[in-house]
């Protein structure tokens, strides 16, 4: 169940990441041709970053999913085997307390934004566009805790794996098997 759990949270949030991605470079081409042909849009650029900030923040929980974000395996595999759970959950901790800590100042922004709207799309609530600070910093949460537990088993092991280095031993596999 847990590893159904982790599958259908990769998967929606990697759909969500791609849409987003998708979004920005349509809203950008729309932004630029427009441009050329001499028109302006008047919501181009205040939704071209919002769509970008949202992407960042999405994106950042899938590379926490993945544990694609930058680390130190090689510091925490030189370490005694006895040491590495230790370190692994310490550093878990602060990571989830800072998540932890964003969520909740983000929430709290919500609520100065209240009855605020978008500059260039008036029906637009700028809690809207804000919440991804609070929802995004849950979902990097969730995506820690998700692949906890296979870093602990890599740092009961041989040692933790570079999510670059696992990446490309997959492929390597793939490859293999082709």
Do not use: C
């Amino acid at each position: 169940m847990f590893q159904t759990l982790r599958s259908t949270f990769d998967r929606t949030l990697t759909a969500f990441v791609i849409f987003l991605l998708a979004s920005l470079a349509v809203i950008v081409l729309m932004g630029v041709t427009y441009r050329k042909l001499g028109w302006s849009l008047v919501w181009y650029d205040e939704v071209a970053s919002i769509t970008l900030a949202w992407l960042t923040y999405y994106g950042a929980a899938l590379a926490a999913l993945k544990r694609a974000h930058i680390g130190f395996p090689g510091l925490v595999n030189a370490m005694a085997p006895a040491l590495r759970v230790p370190v692994v959950l310490l550093a878990e901790a602060i990571v989830i307390g800072f998540f932890a800590v964003l969520a909740w100042y983000g929430y709290q922004v919500l609520d100065i934004l209240q009855g605020d709207t978008m500059v260039s799309l008036p029906w637009v609530p700028t809690q809207f566009t804000q919440s991804v600070i609070p929802v995004g910093s849950v979902l990097f949460i969730v995506a820690q805790l998700l692949s906890l537990p296979e870093l602990l088993d890599q740092a009961r092991g041989a040692g933790v794996i570079d999510a670059e280095k696992q990446e490309m031993e997959k492929e390597i596999q793939k490859a293999m098997q082709s």
